[in-house]
Each structure stands twice: as C-alpha cells, then as structure tokens.
C-alpha cells in the first residue's frame, strides 16, 4: 500500500520490519525488491529477489520481477534465464512470457 502512495522509504521500512521478524519472508523481500528498483537501488533490488528465490526456489513472482527488471537494466541474458525459470515453474504464465518475449526482441532474437 505504501507502494501504491508513493512513500518508498516507508515501505522499506516497513519490509524490514517483517524481514527482521522473519528473515524467511519471501513475499517480504520480493516487495522491497520491487520498492527498492522505483527507489533506482537497482543491485540491492536484484539482491532481493535474490534473497526470495533462496528462500523459495519455485517463487515465480520474484523470477518474474528479477526478469523484468534486469531487462530493464540491459542485462538481457539474464533477464532470459529469470523468465525461463518463471516459466518452467508455471508454463502459462503470461506475464513472463511476454517478458521473455519483449527481451528476446531487444536482442534481436
């Protein structure tokens, strides 16, 4: 929610909080990556989804969001590999594979 205000800070804050309490949060981490990319912190975000695919290696939403994200830093063969292991753990989810798609398009695939 505090995403959707704006009030970036704060929702780390409030991320770390939960992570602090529960180190094993993986929607937690995946929320402060997401937060902390609109912040521009952009390898500490990637360290976050990181962080929640160690957690839970069939967390789809964090290779997801890692795919997005590093596709939009240009690091396009790995943003490849998020969206690849995205959709080996769920084969219709569209999100990733327009991702992979879009990504693939960059370069010139």
Request: proline share 4%; hydrophobic share 30%.
């Given at each position: 929610?505090?995403?959707?205000?704006?009030?970036?800070?704060?929702?780390?804050?409030?991320?770390?909080?939960?992570i602090k309490i529960?180190?094993?949060?993986?929607d937690a981490w995946n929320n402060k990556g997401e937060t902390l990319m609109q912040l521009h912190?952009?390898?500490?975000?990637i360290a976050a989804f990181d962080t929640a695919i160690k957690i839970n290696p069939n967390?789809?939403?964090a290779y997801n969001n890692?795919?997005?994200y590093l596709?939009?830093?240009?690091?396009?063969e790995e943003a490849i590999a998020a969206f690849d292991?995205?959709?080996?753990?769920?084969?219709d989810y569209q999100p990733a594979i327009e991702g992979r798609?879009?990504?693939l398009k960059q370069l010139g695939r």
């Open positions: 929610m505090l995403n959707n205000l704006g009030k970036y800070e704060e929702a780390i804050a409030a991320y770390d909080r939960a529960d180190p094993k949060l993986e912190q952009y390898e500490e975000a967390y789809l939403f890692k795919g997005r596709s939009k830093l240009k690091r396009y292991k995205a959709i080996q753990i769920r084969p798609k879009q990504t």
